[in-house]
């Protein structure tokens, strides 16, 4: 078994175990395996090993790894724009990817609604929280989720799933829990007004048991996966 299976196989373990530890079903939560900076050959080593949902921060990176799988028939990989996302890069987004996870503004919202192109599905969207409140993270205040949702929610090329948050690091579980707690209250209560709503993205290497016990449904995994990440290359 290669390293990137094997790694794989050890987060799959780690999230069965933990959705275990508080009584759900493992396949209440989806893996997304955070490819950014790494080579296609990462990827399909990836997907060999069973990986199908990828997560790219970088827009033309992600561009260029979609086309290329697309170009070789790999047609039913899942590919989610992670990373802030600038106005200008809006369109190649709207045009490539199957989700976007990082919407906190309704003027990016209605561009990607916009920008989607007629012949594809829907965009699945996640609004952005900012659930530490942090100066550093884009994303809006849990208090603002209930009026950008309604709006985002009546874009015709947006399909509203849910949220998305990085909350700052802390290295107690109680404070992970806790911050991850704030985001299903919001997930709960988002859930009971929109029947597309089943998604929370919620979760990274250090805090996945506490996201997947808070309720997150999906978690973002990278360097356990792939190993240390090469920034000299963006």
């Not at 900012?130 to 989720?145: H, L, Q, R």
């Not at 973002?220 to 240390?228: E, L, N, P, V």
Request: with cysteine; proline share 4%; aromatic share 6%.
């Amino acid at each position: 078994m290669n390293d990137i299976a094997h790694n794989l196989a050890q987060v799959r373990d780690k999230i069965s175990a933990a959705a275990a530890q508080c009584g759900r079903a493992p396949e209440e939560v989806t893996l997304l395996a955070v490819s950014k900076t790494k080579p296609v050959s990462a990827v399909e080593e990836a997907i060999a090993a069973g990986q199908r949902a990828f997560g790219e921060n970088y827009v033309q990176e992600g561009v260029e790894k979609i086309r290329h799988f697309q170009q070789v028939g790999a047609t039913d990989l899942q590919w989610h724009f992670i990373g802030p996302l600038q106005s200008n890069k809006s369109r190649l987004v709207a045009e490539h990817f199957d989700w976007c996870h990082t919407v906190d503004r309704l003027r990016i919202a209605s561009r990607l609604s916009e920008q989607r192109p007629a012949g594809m599905p829907p965009l699945n969207v996640l609004i952005q929280v900012n659930i530490s409140d942090e100066d550093s993270k884009s994303g809006i205040s849990p208090d603002a989720v209930d009026e950008l949702a309604a709006a985002v929610a009546a874009l015709p090329g947006l399909v509203l799933r849910g949220l998305m948050a990085i909350p700052a690091p802390e290295s107690e579980y109680v404070r992970q829990f806790a911050v991850a707690q704030q985001m299903a209250v919001a997930f709960g209560r988002l859930k009971a007004q929109y029947t597309t709503v089943d998604t929370l993205s919620l979760g990274m290497s250090d805090d996945m048991e506490a996201a997947i016990a808070a309720g997150s449904t999906m978690v973002r995994i990278g360097t356990a996966i792939f190993g240390a990440r090469d920034y000299t290359k963006q």
